[in-house]
């Protein structure tokens, strides 16, 4: 298996709602990343995470919230988004910092009403 | 400036021509990606590069450290082709810096 699998999809939410974005590898690697991608514009990195330890929050507001129970799971979890929120968010590993094999995910595209 | 320039932003071109994609970064990187994301799509990887030059079918990338300079070609383009390539730099730090990629159209 050498894929990112990323789900849902497509999620549409309203501002009160609570929801998860999640993102799935077998492929050993050890670190993990969150991007937020708007249209047009390149992806944005949020969060890392290194041997399942938070090791880079980019300044990213608490609405949103990583978790990763596992070596081969990473969680973003929603709560009271805001319509400008609504964007592409990839998911992305690789087998260390710093080492190679870096692997996309195909994304959830979000909106957020 | 930014860290990662990409050159040209946008470009058209007939089915069958030879595209050059140019990249340019201003850091010290321990890599260099090549990527392509068709519209509202995911990205996929091309491209790892941390010298010389690789060859994926059509595809090549070519890398000189010195100049910190990268390319990535399409050979006998296809409309297929039609994407958004991105150059991303991986600095020291693990941080990927992304280019704002180029918007490649070919036409049939």
């Known amino acids: 298996d050498t894929e990112v699998t990323q789900t849902p999809k497509h999620l549409v939410m309203g501002m009160t709602n609570k929801k998860s974005l999640k993102c799935e590898q077998h492929?050993?690697?050890?670190?993990m990343y969150w991007y937020k991608q708007k249209a047009k514009k390149p992806p944005e990195l949020m969060f890392v995470y290194s041997y399942e330890k938070l090791s880079i929050n980019e300044s990213v507001p608490s609405r949103f919230s990583p978790e990763c129970p596992n070596s081969s799971l990473l969680n973003l979890h929603l709560h009271a988004l805001q319509p400008e929120d609504s964007a592409l968010y990839l998911c992305?590993?690789?087998?260390?910092?710093?080492?190679?094999?870096?692997?996309f995910g195909s994304g959830t595209r979000l909106t957020v009403v | 400036k930014n860290e990662v320039e990409q050159s040209p932003q946008n470009l058209t071109a007939q089915e069958g021509e030879f595209i050059t994609i140019n990249c340019s970064y201003s850091v010290g990187i321990s890599a260099l990606h090549w990527l392509q994301q068709h519209p509202g799509g995911g990205i996929v990887s091309l491209f790892m590069?941390?010298?010389g030059k690789k060859k994926h079918g059509r595809l090549i990338a070519t890398i000189n450290i010195q100049e910190k300079h990268s390319s990535l070609h399409i050979t006998a383009s296809h409309p297929r082709d039609s994407a958004v390539y991105i150059c991303a730099v991986r600095r020291g730090d693990d941080k990927i810096i992304f280019g704002k990629g180029t918007r490649l159209h070919i036409l049939p």
């Open positions: 992305a590993s690789s087998q260390a910092p710093g080492a190679s094999g870096y692997t």
């Open positions: 492929m050993g690697h050890r670190a």
């Open positions: 590069l941390s010298s």
